[in-house]
C-alpha cells in the first residue's frame, strides 16, 4: 500500500528528528518509527546474520547521532550493532537504549591510541599513520556498569587533545591562508561535535571544517579541485577527483574530507603524546573493568579503500614480534576489517590469532555516508567464526554487567582455564538465547 503524503512527512520529521541536538528528542523518534514500523506504516527488513562492531557516532566523528546509527543498522538488516567512537563512551548509553527501543542487541566499546614506548616497538610504525610508536587499540565489550569508569580515564585524554587540536588548528590556518580562509577553532571545529557532553574532537573534525570553508571559497568545483592540487600539493587519485566533480553530489563535503584526510594530515599533525596513556596502564585498566581488549589490525596499505589512507607500510613486516607483545601485554583480541585486507593478509592474522588464543573480533567503519553498514565481504564462509565472535561479545557484556565475575576473560574463567573457543561458543549461546530464544537470525 503506497504512504500517503503525510505519513511520508511524518516519516521523514521523524528520521531527521534522530539527529536532534538532545538526546531524548532522537529517542523520542526513534520511539515514534518503531510505532509507525508496528502499524505497518514502515516495513522494517528480517534481521539476517550481518554484524559491525565498529560503527562510529557524532560524538567522535560521524553523522550519525547514536540513534541515527541504530536506525540505520536496524534499516541494513543487521542482527546486531556495535558502537565504536574514539577517545570517548559518552554515545554508548544512549546507543544501548536506542537498541532496546527498535529491538536490536547492541555491544558498546570505544577506540583510542595506545603509547608503546618503552618496548621494542617505540620506534616502530605499528598501526598509525601519523605517528610511530602509537597504535590504535579497541575497547570492545564494556560492562555497562562501567560506562562511568571509563569515561573518567578518558577525561584527561579528552583535554590533553583538545590542547593538541587547537595547536594544530594554528598550523592548518598556515596551509590554507592562501585560499584567504581560516579556522576559527572555538566557532568552527567546537560546533561540529559534541564536546561539551563528552564527546571528542579529532583530526576529521579540523578537516571537515576545513572542507567547509574551502566549499564556501571555491563554488567552482575547478577550481576547488585546483587549489587542492596546486596551493596544497595533495595526491589526487582520479575517482576521488570525479566525485568531487560530480554534479549535485550530496556527500561533497565528506569528499572533500576524504581527499585532504588522505594526504594533508602529515603536514599539520603534532605528536600526541600526552594523550596516550601507556600499554601496560590501558591494559591494567581495561582487566580490572571487565573490558575486552583489542589490537586493531590494519596491514600494509596499497590502494585504500576509504579513500583517506596513502600507500603506507605498517606492521606486516613484523607481525610475530607483535602478536607476541600483545599477548605478553594483556591484549584479548585482536579486531580487523575483511574489506580492507587481502585474503594473503588474513589468512596470516587468523593463524597468529590462533596460535596465541587471541578472541577475533570484527567490523566495518563507520564514519562518513557513502558506507553501508554491512560488509559484503565478510559473507565470505572464510570468516564465518566473526559471526559468532559478535554474539560471544554480546553475551560477555550481558554477563559482566550482571557481575564482573562473568566477563569472558575474567579471572575465573582463567582459573578454570577454559580454551577459547569454549568461551566464543559459551558466550555467543548465553547472547543468542537472550535475543533470539536461542535461534540465530539466519536460520529457518
Known amino acids: 500500500m503506497a504512504k500517503t503524503t503525510a505519513e ?11 539527529n536532534a541536538g538532545n538526546c531524548e528528542d532522537r529517542l523520542d523518534a526513534l520511539r515514534n518509527l518503531k510505532k509507525l514500523a508496528e502499524q505497518g506504516t514502515i516495513t522494517l527488513p528480517v534481521p539476517g546474520r550481518d554484524v559491525n562492531n565498529h560503527i562510529h557516532t557524532f560524538y567522535s566523528f560521524s553523522p550519525y547521532s547514536p540513534s541515527k546509527a541504530v536506525w540505520q543498522a536496524r534499516q541494513a538488516g543487521l542482527a546486531t550493532a556495535g558502537i565504536m567512537d574514539h577517545d570517548t563512551i559518552a554515545g554508548a548509553p544512549e546507543f544501548i537504549e536506542a537498541g532496546k527501543i ?6 558498546v566499546g570505544a577506540e583510542c591510541r595506545a603509547s608503546f614506548k618503552g618496548t621494542c616497538l617505540a620506534d616502530r610504525r605499528i598501526n598509525n599513520p601519523d605517528q610511530p610508536g602509537v597504535a590504535y587499540v579497541a575497547l570492545h565489550g564494556v560492562p555497562h556498569h562501567q560506562i562511568d569508569a571509563l569515561t573518567e580515564f578518558f577525561e584527561p585524554v579528552r583535554q590533553a587533545r583538545l590542547i593538541r587540536n587547537r595547536n594544530m588548528t594554528e598550523r592548518l590556518n598556515s596551509l590554507i591562508a592562501s585560499a584567504g580562509v581560516s579556522l576559527d577553532f572555538d566557532k568552527d571545529v567546537i560546533p561540529l561535535s559534541k564536546w561539551q557532553e563528552g564527546g571528542q574532537i579529532t583530526e576529521r573534525h579540523l578537516l571537515f571544517a576545513v572542507s567547509e570553508k574551502l566549499l564556501q571559497r571555491f ?21 576521488a577527483q570525479n566525485m568531487l566533480m560530480a554534479p549535485d553530489n550530496p556527500h561533497l563535503a565528506y569528499d572533500v574530507l576524504g581527499v585532504l584526510k588522505s594526504d594533508l594530515v602529515d603536514k599539520f599533525y603534532i605528536d600526541a603524546d ?16 571487565g573490558i575486552i581488549l583489542a589490537y586493531a589490525y590494519l596491514g600494509d596499505v596499497t590502494d585504500s579503500v576509504t579513500g583517506d589512507k596513502k600507500a603506507q607500510q605498517f606492521e606486516d613486516a613484523y607481525l610475530d614480534e607483535l602478536f607476541a607483545i600483545l599477548k605478553d601485554k594483556g591484549f584479548n583480541a585482536v579486531t580487523y576489517m575483511p574489506s580492507r585486507n587481502t585474503r594473503a593478509q588474513l589468512t596470516r592474522i ?4 590462533d596460535q596465541h588464543q587471541l578472541f577475533q573480533i570484527s567490523g566495518e567503519d563507520i564514519n562518513q555516508p557513502r558506507q553501508a553498514f554491512i560488509c559484503e565481504a565478510m559473507r565470505d564462509p572464510f570468516f564465518s567464526g566473526l559471526y559468532d565472535a559478535a554474539w560471544a561479545l554480546i553475551g560477555h557484556e550481558a554477563e559482566s554487567t550482571a557481575h564482573l565475575s562473568r566477563a569472558m576473560f575474567s579471572q575465573d574463567n582463567r582459573k578454570q582455564n577454559k580454551d577459547l573457543k569454549s568461551l566464543i561458543s559459551h558466550y555467543s549461546a548465553i547472547a543468542q538465547q537472550k535475543f533470539t530464544g536461542g535461534q540465530s537470525y539466519d536460520e529457518d
Open 350 to 353: 587468523k593463524a597468529l590469532c
Open 274 to 289: 600526552d594523550e596516550c596513556p601507556p600499554v601496560e596502564a590501558l591494559a591494567a585498566f581495561t582487566k580490572a573493568h
Open 219 to 239: 563554488p567552482d568545483r575547478n577550481e576547488l579541485v585546483r587549489f587542492l592540487k596546486n596551493n596544497l600539493k595533495l595526491n589526487m587519485s582520479d575517482k
Open 102 to 107: 527498535i529491538g536490536l542487541p547492541t555491544t
Open 8 to 18: 511520508d512527512h511524518q516519516i521523514q520529521t521523524n528520521i531527521s528528528q534522530l
